[in-house]
């Protein structure tokens, strides 16, 4: 069965600072993967997503993620951050080819941003 | 496109009452998830449709949930009887598969359901 790991629970970081927010999946096929954000009170929307060609995906407000296959890893990255992207992140999959499918979600790596 | 609808946004409830909880999907998606979001257990997909056809439930925690999907553009899960541990935000998403473009899923914004 398929499975997201997501290991930071909590990331505490300044504005300007560095982010890389880590996924593991596990999953033998092809898979299709997400980022999703949820800021407070909202619901989830769609960061990033991989389905096929370059590794390196690039997404809304600055933030990208790189397929890693021989790790099993979808890694969310973004250079600087601002205070408005406190949210909850999650990395997500499911399997290729369908959209239909079930998409497994991982339990969020909630992101706090200090001013 | 208004994007995934659901209702209603928040809703309190007494132990023992039945709750009704409704989604519409984006027009021309043709399939629509149930989750549940709760601080302990974070997202967990609840059940699954594709064209209207209910594909797993196995998500459904127990006997006194149901979900039905009777057209394309409407679904319902219905909790009876509600109990304070179904206490939980509740969201709907649809997704459409178009040859090689998978989008994701677009999510509604949610009910807050608090049983009390």
């Known amino acids: 069965a398929q499975s997201v790991s997501q290991h930071n629970h909590h990331v505490i970081l300044s504005e300007a600072a560095s982010l890389e927010l880590g996924c593991n999946y596990s999953?033998?096929?092809?898979?299709?993967l997400f980022w999703y954000v949820q800021y407070p009170g909202q619901h989830l929307q769609l960061l990033l997503k991989y389905f096929s060609g370059d590794p390196l995906v690039k997404g809304i407000k600055g933030f990208e993620a790189e397929f890693i296959k021989s790790k099993f890893s979808f890694n969310l990255r973004k250079p600087s951050v601002q205070w408005s992207d406190t949210a909850e992140y999650f990395c997500?999959?499911?399997?290729?080819?369908?959209?239909?499918?079930?998409?497994?979600f991982g339990s969020g790596t909630r992101l706090s941003i200090r001013p | 496109d208004a994007g995934v609808i659901q209702s209603p946004r928040h809703e309190v409830t007494e132990m023992g009452q039945e709750v009704t909880l409704r989604c519409k999907p984006i027009s021309g998606h043709n399939s629509l998830f149930w989750y549940r979001q709760t601080i302990m257990r974070g997202l967990e997909l609840l059940i699954y449709?594709?064209?209207?056809?209910?594909?797993?439930d196995s998500g459904m925690p127990e006997d006194r949930f149901s979900a039905k999907m009777p057209n394309a553009s409407f679904s319902t899960l219905k909790i009876q009887p509600s109990e304070p541990r179904d206490s939980a935000v509740y969201f709907c998403?649809?997704?459409?598969?178009?040859?090689?473009?998978?989008?994701?899923?677009?999510f509604g914004s949610g009910t807050r359901l608090t049983v009390v």
């Open positions: 999953y033998g096929g092809t898979v299709n």
């Open positions: 998403a649809s997704s459409l598969k178009t040859g090689g473009q998978l989008g994701g899923y677009t």
């Open positions: 997500a999959v499911n399997e290729g080819y369908s959209s239909a499918s079930k998409i497994i």
């Open positions: 449709f594709n064209n209207n056809v209910p594909i797993d």
